[in-house]
């Protein structure tokens, strides 16, 4: 009686071990993969209502409050879905792996490509401010130059004025050193420094011919969609400066044709920059004269046309522009000529933004 009795027993575990190795386990792992389809499909719903909701064509608060209703659905139905996924993989050594391997990889390429084409508004919006203040370091320069050769005098200009007219640039960049990104600290400080060599060099025509029209490169890494951003409006830019530039020779009006040579030749030496950065053994860049360089690095190739133009083109453009201004500013016989010419060149090099110009 005993025997059968623990005979009976011991049929009845083998029968409760078999069905926890057969029929269990499937059900087992179908109520497993319902754990995981549950949430995926409230991700799914969640990310359609999104997408309807920030792109619909006349948003109102009512969309705006969808938009936030589906968006944190969408945030914790996707936490949920990877809490779900972690749990069933967690019991599957292999899948595991495979699992991180996929998010090493989908780290690694969302890292590539935020290097390449993510954009820094601060390093966007910055950048055309410093180059405003080196237009003023420019123009002071060219009045240096002036007094110092006789060629292209403002009247009644002074190495005071020169002195003066550079520590007020000088105090201007000060009060945003600050908030100058740390990828444009050295583009940002260069420019400072050589503000300081003007300043010093007012002191005597002999300290003056020691200031160097020839700054070192300075290196600033930028994401070819930074690049863009920053080369996009520059063609309108450009363009702009010819009617400054018409109005002042229609009047003989150096000091106008002065910033219009300081703002070409700005912008024309930050594209100079981003051609050199492409160019191996280039020490410095020689301008007369030279007022800064930039090298603008991690950007394989710039070749875009759009409807600022393409890079090299528009550098081309640049060129004539600003030499031609400052032989005016100089007194140069053919520059009104050469400024002409210049416009003419650039219709024919990017007939897109020139055409009417």
Sequence with gaps: MLNDKKKEEKGSKMSEALRSLVKPKGDEEAAEKKKLIKPFVFLIVAFVGFMLAITHPAPNDTVYFFQILFGAAMFGSGLWFFIAVLEYIRKRPKLAGLFLLFLAVTAFVYLYQSRKTGVDEDVVMTVPIIQDHLVELVVAKTIGNGISTGKGIQPGASWADVAYRVTKTLERMDAMSSDVPDRLDEYFDIGKSWGQQIVAGT??????????????????????????????????????????????????????????????????????????????GVDGLAFIPSAHAVT??????????KRGGCRSQLRRVTQGVYKSAYNYVAGEPEATTEWRDAWTNAADIMPGPFAEA
């Design 203 to 280: 002191k005597s025509r002999q300290v003056w011919a020691q200031v160097s029209n020839d700054l070192k490169i300075v290196s600033v890494n930028l994401t070819e969609a930074e690049a863009e951003a920053l080369l996009e409006p520059m063609a309108g830019k450009i363009a702009e400066l010819k009617a400054f530039g018409d109005a002042a020779i229609a009047r003989g009006d150096r000091e106008t044709m002065r910033y219009v040579f300081a703002r070409a030749f700005v912008m024309g030496s930050w594209l100079d920059g981003i051609q050199i950065a492409r160019t191996d």
């Design 296 to 305: 603008v690095t991690r950007v394989p190739y710039i070749g875009w046309c």
